[in-house]
């Protein structure tokens, strides 16, 4: 089943949050960890993505990223055959190039 009569939404609140990070399947590539809760019933998929302010300091380099990921995951949105809730989060040390994060989403969407 993909995503053709389905949206990508965003993923807001605390309570969703805080049931991602309790209760969900972990996917990890080399750039990005996936947290993941599948859930059938809804007809849309809800993503969060982040970047930690421990590896840049600097919001516009956080923010940068956050764009190419989203970015990412709407390049690959016909390949997401999967309904629920889930984060996207960026593990790099480098500034990355939008064809990288596209490869990295792909290979976790193919994960799953």
């Known amino acids: 089943m993909v995503l053709k009569n389905k949206k990508i939404k965003r993923l807001k609140g605390k309570t969703k949050f805080d049931t991602i990070f309790n209760s969900s399947t972990v996917f990890k590539s080399d750039f990005l960890i996936l947290w993941l809760i599948k859930n059938e019933k809804t007809q849309h998929l809800e993503v969060a993505v982040a970047v930690s302010k421990k590896l840049f300091k600097r919001a516009v380099d956080r923010n940068k990223i956050k764009r190419l990921l989203r970015e990412a995951i709407k390049k690959n949105e016909n390949d997401i055959s999967f309904c629920g809730q889930c984060l996207f989060l960026y593990k790099g040390l480098k500034l ?17």
């Open 96 to 112: 990355p190039d939008l064809s990288l994060l596209i490869e990295e989403v792909n290979s976790l969407i193919s994960k799953v």
